[in-house]
């Protein structure tokens, strides 16, 4: 392979990638081949002008070195974006700034967490030194930084001018591996990349994109592909990722986190008319901090979902860097952090377990599991979760456990993180905590969208929103500025005059010098039109990793909570106290020499039945609606329905083989068994399968149930009347053969087919008094048949389950 530089135009911001790329920066720097010189030299930044006092400075880590000229400027961190990186958990992932003045140097300190020593003392926010000098950014066991000046500084003509070297795109035949892998043509250092991501090839046709099975997918203009033709100026997206086709060669169109983000006219509108939004529109510099504050009937949480694309808005547009977010959102989802007010991790799970599991199914399976867990590291670093990494969610205060939210989102590097009433339920302090975690968040290059009901905290926002009853925008503009437009005394009184007059407090701000300068002004600049059809979104990962990942995250949600464990574990034992609480002697069996039949064996068999309805019914019902805000979440980054529904059935599946056979085996220690089996050999394992498969299509109804109900108070009353339901459907309790409309309603019920099974196999029809149901037939057909529909039932009432998890439905109703 021919390996070759990676120039970076100084005015445009790209990387015309025409060989091996060492690292996805967006600075603008020419990085040379390595082993070119005796250390990897780096020019940072576009060239500046000759200086007039102080020439070239080098910036060296220790191995390696930066030449910062005149005019230029280098961001220190342990971002990935950063033009110094550093992987020491004492760096912060924007820490200090380096600006070359001309005379000297700028040092700023952007807010880091343990701080920045020059030369010994501290910095206290920023200041100026004249090299030489020596930076520690994260004090003791931070990472060392010497900044002297270059023993013969550079003039720009002295310097060479960037070059392409080694084939390029321009000729058939050529072509380029994106990906994460060391050995790709383009290395992209991004964990949402596959280690080889995409093909760029160029044919007599013209240049085409192929995807190589990618988790994440591969994007051209917004559209999910697999194979197309990349016309020149079109945007080539590869995880957080950009790049364009410019003559023959891809150049780098990076989202560095600092996107401004607008929204032109939205509007929603409900099918009756009635309107939730109306005209909202804001423009908001990239690294902002907005607070979204109104009354109840503002539509606060309506802009919210229109703003992450979740709910689009039925008119209007959402740019995101000047990109229509509708028409780009698969390729923008991953790019976009949504917090909702309920909190989406298990609260059995401790900190480190909940984002170890969530960065499973956010990341490619490929890749390296301690990359993975480095990641989560630092994001707990970053939020000050470490010392609550093993610590239950569940034990966590309100502020930590938001933080724990906000951390999930954090794990793809959002540029956008958008959070609805974070500090709903939070006391003063911990309103206070949340907003300072939040302008730390923008500080650190993220664009932030916030909704609040608190006028705590907003002083450090650097925008607010009032919307007024009717979702009318009220004001948008500096935190400083809202009463003084109301002309009132308090927020108190701002929202009472959007309630009572919202028409005319629209009307108002639409008439606003506010107005002009904070939404006309720039929204003119960041208005752009792009017809392209809405993509469907894509799959992360393959389902077969997702499952792996669910089932072991259900196993360790299900292993943590004792008091569900203990009564999953005691309930067969109680269903077979009371089998054999049914008088008699005569078990499933046929009676002893010379005594009467009696009823003791439908009895009993009635009992078994019921009870794994009930076994399937109980694990299941409460289950999808109690995680309904976790999979709403989930599902928006690239959860797989098939997969989420298909871990569920395994482990509950399981749970309730084991269930079954201890039913059975406590059962039959205390009762005669039946005499023969009709298929499998053994009556004990006939009767396992049957109560089996029956259970387990319960578990799917109650999983279809569980899907589709509003609340989850409803559940217990809807467990209820499905057991007693069941119990009249069975055909043991009073005879079902026959009686028109109840037969066939009965047919799609699991309890009447698991009867006929258990039936078929203890022989019922022979051994007890007035029993003549053909389906209770002592053949093997007759236990097939049954056993085949009840798999049939189960799959139906999958496939429901299914097709409403499909439709991702809301986690609360507006």
């Known amino acids: 392979m021919i390996k070759t530089l990676i120039w970076c135009s100084a005015t445009s911001t790209s990387w015309a990638c025409r060989a091996r790329c060492p690292s996805p920066r967006t600075t603008d720097r020419m990085r040379p081949t390595p082993g070119a010189g005796s250390s990897a030299d780096r020019t940072a930044g576009e060239s500046g002008s000759p200086a007039s006092g102080l020439g070239d400075l080098v910036v060296s880590t220790g191995t390696d070195r930066w030449v910062l000229s005149p005019g230029q400027q280098l961001l220190l961190g342990r971002d990935e974006l950063a033009d110094v990186r550093f992987e020491s958990p004492r760096v912060s992932r924007r820490h200090v700034t380096l600006r070359h003045t001309g005379t000297d140097c700028l040092i700023t300190d952007l807010d880091s967490r343990y701080g920045t020593v020059l030369d010994a003392a501290p910095l206290g926010g920023a200041g100026s030194a004249r090299p030489p000098f020596t930076l520690v950014l994260g004090g003791d066991g931070g990472a060392m930084v010497g900044v002297a000046p270059a023993s013969a500084p550079a003039t720009v003509e002295d310097r060479p001018a960037p070059r392409h070297t080694g084939p390029s795109l321009s000729a058939p035949g050529d072509a380029l591996i994106v990906g994460r892998d060391p050995d790709c043509d383009v290395v992209v250092e991004d964990l949402l990349v596959s280690r080889r991501h995409v093909r760029v090839v160029r044919e007599s046709a013209g240049v085409f994109v192929e995807d190589l099975g990618s988790r994440h997918g591969t994007f051209v203009d917004g559209q999910r592909v697999v194979r197309t033709r990349l016309a020149p100026g079109s945007l080539l997206t590869v995880g957080r990722h950009g790049f364009r086709l410019h003559h023959g060669v891809l150049r780098r169109d990076d989202d560095d986190g600092d996107i401004p983000f607008a929204a032109d006219a939205l509007s929603f509108t409900l099918p009756d008319g009635r309107a939730l939004l109306q005209e909202v529109s804001f423009a908001l510099p990239g690294s902002s901090l907005m607070a979204v504050i109104g009354g109840s009937g503002a539509g606060k949480t309506t802009l919210l979902d229109a703003l992450s694309g979740d709910q689009p808005a039925t008119s209007g547009q959402v740019l995101y860097d000047g990109r229509d977010l509708y028409q780009h959102l698969a390729s ?483």
């Open 332 to 814: 923008l989802r991953q790019r976009i952090g949504v917090v909702p007010q309920d909190d989406v991790v298990h609260p059995q799970l401790s900190t480190r377990h909940a984002l170890e599991y969530a960065a499973e199914l956010r990341f490619p399976d490929d890749l390296n599991p301690a990359h993975r867990s480095s990641r989560v590291e630092e994001v707990m670093a970053e939020l000050g979760l470490s010392e609550h990494a093993d610590t239950r969610v569940e034990a966590l205060s309100g502020g930590q456990r938001k933080r724990v939210s906000v951390a999930l989102e954090l794990l793809t590097g959002p540029s956008l993180i958008l959070l609805d009433e974070p500090t709903s339920g939070l006391d003063l302090q911990l309103v206070g905590e949340v907003m300072e975690l939040l302008r730390r968040l923008a500080d650190g290059g993220r664009t932030v969208v916030v909704i609040t009901h608190s006028a705590e905290g907003l002083e450090l926002c650097d925008r607010v929103l009032v919307l007024a009853v009717g979702g009318r925008v009220a004001y948008f503009g500096e935190p400083s500025g809202v009463l003084e437009h109301f002309d009132a005394a308090s927020y108190r009184e701002v929202l009472d005059r959007s309630k009572d007059d919202p028409e005319g407090v629209a009307a108002r701000f639409r008439q606003s010098a506010a107005h002009q300068r904070h939404v006309e002004t720039p929204l003119t600049r960041s208005r752009g039109h792009q017809n392209i059809e809405p993509p469907a979104q894509g799959r992360q990962q393959s389902q077969w990793h997702q499952v792996s990942t669910l089932v072991r995250r259900q196993l360790r949600v299900l292993l943590a909570d004792p008091t569900r464990l203990a009564f999953l574990a005691l309930m067969p034992f109680a269903l077979a106290a009371l089998a054999l609480a049914v008088p008699g002697d005569q078990g499933l069996g046929p009676p002893a020499a010379g005594a009467e039949p009696t009823g003791q064996p439908t009895q009993i068999l009635m009992v078994l039945v019921v009870g794994a309805v009930f076994i399937g019914l109980a694990a299941a019902i409460g289950d999808l609606i109690g995680e309904r805000a976790i999979y709403v979440r989930e599902r928006a980054v690239g959860l797989s329905p098939t997969a989420y529904l298909l871990s569920k059935l395994a482990v509950l599946g399981g749970l309730t083989l084991v269930q079954c056979l201890v039913l059975v085996a406590v059962t039959l220690s205390f009762r005669t068994g039946p005499a023969d089996a009709v298929l499998l050999g053994w009556p004990a394992l006939e009767l396992v399968v049957a109560l089996w498969l029956c259970s387990l299509a319960s578990v799917a109804l109650g999983l279809w149930v569980s899907a589709s109900v509003g609340r989850a108070e409803q559940m217990m009353p809807l467990l209820v009347v499905l057991v007693m339901v069941q119990l009249v459907l069975s055909g043991g309790l009073f005879p079902i053969e026959g009686r028109v409309g109840l037969e066939q309603v009965a047919w799609l019920s699991p309890s009447r087919w698991g009867y006929a099974a258990v039936a078929a196999t203890a022989d019922v029809n022979a051994f007890v008094p007035h029993a003549d149901d053909p389906l209770w037939q002592h053949t093997a057909w007759s236990w097939l048949r049954a056993s085949a529909v009840l798999t049939l039932l189960g799959a139906g009432f999958a496939g429901l389950a299914h097709r409403r998890l499909g439709r991702r439905y809301r986690s609360r109703r507006r």
